[in-house]
Structure formats: C-alpha cells, structure tokens
C-alpha cells in the first residue's frame, strides 16, 4: 500500500489545517487509516484513526480540536486540525492498516505552530 499526504505546513496559534492522505496498492475494504506525529526527541504517537466501518479513536490531547474523516470510495482519510497549539508541531504521518497486509507508513508532512 503507498500512502500519498499532503497538507501540512505553518500556521500561527489559534489556526487551522486540513491534511489529506490517499492509499494506493492493494486496498482491503476492511482497513483503518489514521495519523501518528512525531514531534523531535519524542516517539512517534497516535493522533487519531479511523475504521472503514466508522469506528474513531483519538488522542486525549487533540479531542475536541481535530476531526479525522474518510472517503473510503476514494480511500482517502482526512485530519481536519483546529484550535492549533504550538505542541501540535510535529512530523505528521499518514498510516494504513490491515490485518491481510498489516501496518504501512506515508512520507511525513510537517506541521509547525508558530507565531
């Protein structure tokens, strides 16, 4: 599966960002898509994911701020990113998971806060 990301960039405190992820390859219609961050010196974590069924989970520290969506037509999965907060900035990487294939990684994409 190749994970394509686009979106990221620099915004002030308070704004917002819309990142996107399109899956490629070999597709299961049974998958979860999400995003994980990497901010330096810190471990990669989870920011939120998404089920092909619905399903969501998300990081304590992003609930009520981001919103993770999908188009599983285009197997496509959104991060819409509100409310942003300098501890936000991190390398953004798009992920794909099935149990047929398991876990594959998009390039990364840099979100940095910052006024």
């Known amino acids: 599966v190749q994970l394509q990301a686009s979106g990221g960039g620099l915004v002030r405190p308070g704004g917002s960002l819309r990142l996107s992820c399109a899956a490629s390859g070999s597709i299961f219609s049974v998958n979860t898509m999400g995003w994980y961050r990497q901010a330096p010196g810190k471990q990669r974590e989870l920011v939120a994911r998404?089920?092909?069924?619905?399903?969501?989970n998300y990081a304590d520290s992003v609930k009520g701020r981001f919103t993770i969506s999908r188009d599983n037509a285009k197997n496509t999965v959104y991060l819409q990113m509100g409310s942003l907060k300098p501890e936000d900035t991190a390398v953004y990487y798009c992920?794909?998971?099935?149990?047929?294939?398991?876990?594959?990684w998009g390039q990364g994409t840099q979100v940095t806060v910052s006024s």
């Open positions: 992920h794909y998971y099935s149990d047929y294939l398991g876990n594959s």
């Open positions: 998404m089920s092909s069924a619905g399903s969501t």
